[in-house]
């Protein structure tokens, strides 16, 4: 009498045998932290297509962020919201071709939700943030106000 509820895998590069059940729950289980990091679980939990390539930099006293988002409509597929010295970055994008052949069609098409949580640096301004998309890069700026360094004189008292 067997105590495994299925018929054992057998893999012939290592002669292991597995229970079925017990092969599913050890891969869950090594990879269970891979998939518990925020970025990686987000992208999957979303079904993310790609990943959203963005580059983040300060120019001329400004925070510039910019994101390749080739083949969307900016004005319905893109979401810009800035709260609390966070920048969210949300994009949608659906592209389907159709090429009509002789013997029929042919048909492609690919879709992914994006998203990006973007911390703003220190005296960034939410009132002025500006987007602008051109050329399949959406581009976000910030103004940053330079904090003055605040120094301030302890006085040292007689023991």
């Known amino acids: 009498m ?25 891969m869950r289980d090594m990879f269970r932290d891979v998939f518990a990091s925020s970025a990686l679980a987000e992208r999957f939990a979303q079904g993310m297509a790609s990943p ?31 709260r609390e010295g966070v920048l969210n970055l949300r994009a949608h994008r659906e592209e389907r071709k159709k090429e009509e052949l002789p013997e029929g069609y042919r048909s492609e098409f690919r879709y992914g939700s994006f998203r990006r949580v973007i911390p703003l640096p220190e005296g960034a301004s939410e009132a002025d943030v500006k987007a602008n998309y051109k050329d399949g890069i959406l581009e976000i700026r910030v103004p940053v106000a330079e904090a003055a360094p605040s120094v301030k004189r302890i006085a040292v008292e007689k023991g």
């Open 52 to 82: 959203l390539h963005v580059e983040e930099f300060i120019e001329d006293g400004t925070c510039v962020i910019r994101a390749e988002l080739p083949g969307i409509d900016p004005e319905k597929d893109v979401e810009v919201t800035v």
């Open 2 to 26: 067997s105590l495994m509820k299925h018929e054992p895998r057998k893999f012939p590069e290592t002669e292991i045998m597995w229970p079925d059940d017990a092969f599913d729950r050890i």
